[in-house]
């Protein structure tokens, strides 16, 4: 794929990028390296100053890099702007809470004294999708300059200017030359560079495809992998909900980032008793979403990020209407320049239609109707990913049930899934492996180093 900036409302090609001639790429690992050498040994107080220093860039030019987002991908201006706060919130806890999260853990043996110790392992490949251009970033490096790693960032090909303006941020903040860099380079480069013995390990967000080569490859050549990958999220909402919160709820879930986020609520899971009053009030709301200019602060849903997640959202409404579903609102394209799709929901699905089993990356909802909480936990469950999931009730009994039973990396009760500086995020089964943020996430990418001293 070209490296290019390309409008999604209009189609323009805003900016092209010419890759990295092998030539610089090696310059860039052969700098990555040699800072890592001395960045390992600067204090956590440095390298907070540093990653302080970028939360500040990131509010007085949140409107910047936003503006910047949405010429690329589409997202709406105003969540854009959430977006770089987040990215800053994010920086500021870590700055605060990473020497914590490694502090030297005593632990008790036959030795005087035993104790593991969390170093830094080098260069980190991240390759990062364009769904959340700055956040996903953030998320990946902010953790891992605190750790003492350097980060090397391979940006999908259609944020370049994202990568290129975060990139940026670090050099202004300071952050030592060579301990952040962007690789301006398409995917088929990075099979070479995980190969590299520079590079110590790799993350990836984005999708199977892409997480399955990766790993291939890392697993060749023994180097540890985290994978954040696709997710069809079930929403899953019994009697005793409050109704019209879990409907606002659902809608923000589905549509948010137009459609096009890994955590989306995407499978509506209801218990047959609440069923019509969900869905009335489900399909009134989403006929009201407003779908136009991202950059208009009254937009609730924006355009497809690329032709392509437009056609392949497309073929599975068809193919899911082809096998029998119903389309109570949307179901089509707009008619007009731009990747736009109408706001979608599709309920009375046959069996082993896509929604069961596939991810809809767009502002697509697929209901389903279900007995009882035993039947929700088995549909949950009954696809290939476990992202995330998000249960509805006020009862006891059924809040337990659900997070016992539901297979997936985090359960959130009586509200929507979404990722948070402060606690663990990842998937089990071909959602990926691996944490990011936290405690565990910090240390991923770190040596354990057990200490033991007679
Ligand atoms: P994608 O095609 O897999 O692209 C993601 C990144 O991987 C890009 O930088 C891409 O580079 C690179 N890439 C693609 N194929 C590769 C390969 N064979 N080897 C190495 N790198 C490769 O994903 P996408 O379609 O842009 O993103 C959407 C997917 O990401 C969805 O499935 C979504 O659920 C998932 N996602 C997951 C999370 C999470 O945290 N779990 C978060 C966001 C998104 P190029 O752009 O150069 O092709």
């Not at 043996?109 to 700055?134: C, E, H, K």
């Not at 082993?352 to 697929?366: I, N």
Request: proline content about 5%.
């Amino acid at each position: 794929m070209a490296i290019a900036s390309i409008n999604p409302v209009t189609g323009e090609v805003l900016k092209t990028f010419i890759p990295l001639t092998d030539d610089e790429l090696e310059q860039k690992l052969a700098l990555a390296d040699h800072t890592f050498a001395t960045y390992k040994h600067t204090s956590f107080a440095d390298r907070a100053q540093w990653i302080n220093q970028a939360a500040n860039i990131l509010e007085a030019k949140k409107t910047e890099f936003a503006i910047i987002m949405t010429l690329e991908m589409g997202k709406t201006l105003q969540s854009a702007i959430t977006e770089v706060e987040k990215c800053a919130n994010l920086c500021r806890f870590y700055a605060e809470q990473a020497p914590i999260y490694l502090a030297d853990t005593p632990a008790i043996t036959d030795a005087s004294r035993t104790l593991i110790r969390y170093q830094p392992l080098g260069s980190i490949l991240a390759v990062m999708p364009w769904n959340f251009p700055f956040w996903q970033v953030f998320r990946f490096a902010i953790p891992c300059l605190m750790a003492g790693n350097v980060g090397l960032l391979k940006h999908a090909s259609n944020v370049p200017q994202c990568a290129l303006a975060i990139a940026d941020i670090f050099h202004k903040a300071r952050v030592p030359e060579g301990a952040f860099q962007t690789l301006l380079i398409g995917a088929e480069r990075v099979a070479g560079l995980i190969a590299d013995q520079r590079i110590k390990a790799a993350t990836l967000t984005g999708s199977e495809p892409a997480g399955q080569s990766l790993a291939a490859i890392a697993g060749h050549h023994l180097k540890k992998v985290v994978l954040e990958l696709g997710g069809s999220d079930p929403f899953i909402v019994l009697k005793s909900a409050d109704l019209e919160r879990a409907v606002s709820t659902a809608v923000t879930a589905r549509i948010m980032n137009n459609g096009q986020t890994c955590i989306a609520a995407k499978r509506f899971i209801l218990e047959e008793a609440i069923a019509d009053q969900f869905v009335e009030q489900f399909v009134h709301k989403f006929k009201a979403l407003k779908v136009g200019d991202p950059m208009q602060s009254d937009t609730d849903v924006g355009p497809l990020a690329t032709p392509q997640i437009l056609q392949d959202l497309e073929s599975q409404v068809k193919a899911s209407v082809d096998a029998g579903a119903k389309v109570l609102v949307g179901g089509y394209r707009l008619k007009q320049s731009g990747n736009f799709y109408a706001p979608t929901i599709l309920a009375d699905i046959p069996f082993g239609a896509p929604p069961y089993q596939e991810e809809f990356f767009g502002p697509v909802a697929s209901v389903f109707r279900v007995k009882n909480i035993n039947e929700a936990i088995a549909l949950a469950n009954s696809t290939q990913f476990g992202l995330g999931a998000s249960i509805w009730t006020e009862e006891p009994e059924e809040i337990e049930l659900a997070i016992e039973q539901i297979d997936a990396g985090s359960v959130f009760v009586n509200g929507m899934v979404k990722s948070d500086p402060r606690i663990p995020f990842g998937g089990i089964k071909r959602s990926g492996f691996g944490r990011e943020l936290g405690m565990e996430g910090i240390r991923e990418f770190v040596n354990i180093k057990t200490i033991w001293i007679r």
